[in-house]
């Protein structure tokens, strides 16, 4: 199982950004699909996650400006970022909870990050 990110890059203090990451491989199901950032010096946090029903959950920070979707046809997760601050700048990873032959469990996937940088 493979999870591709697209979507990171430099935008200015108060613009956009949409994450896009997709699972490929031998997949039976995906369960909760999400993000995660990691800021220098800081530790890895998780910024949004979403179940296969569409139940999302965000870290206070971003509530309100973030939103996480995902085309479960797709195996797909988005996270659209709206008025972007210094404070989001980071390597954001995509995770999935892949169910794979012959699909007795779980296992959590992590993609490699993709940067994210608002300048002020």
């Known amino acids: 199982v493979q999870l591709e990110e697209s979507g990171g890059g430099l935008v200015q203090a108060g613009g956009s950004l949409r994450l896009s990451c997709a699972a490929s491989g031998s997949i039976v199901s995906i369960g909760v699909m999400g993000w995660y950032r990691q800021a220098p010096g800081k530790q890895r946090e998780s910024v949004a996650t979403i179940t296969s029903g569409g139940r999302s959950n965000y870290v206070d920070s971003v509530k309100g400006t973030f939103t996480i979707s995902r085309d479960n046809a797709k195996n797909t997760v988005y996270l659209q970022m709206n008025s972007l601050k210094p404070e989001d700048t980071a390597v954001y990873y995509c995770?999935?909870?892949?169910?794979?032959?012959?699909?007795?469990?779980?296992?959590?996937?992590w993609g490699r990050g993709t940067q994210v940088t608002v300048s002020s």
């Open positions: 995770l999935a909870d892949v169910r794979t032959p012959p699909g007795s469990w779980e296992v959590r996937y």
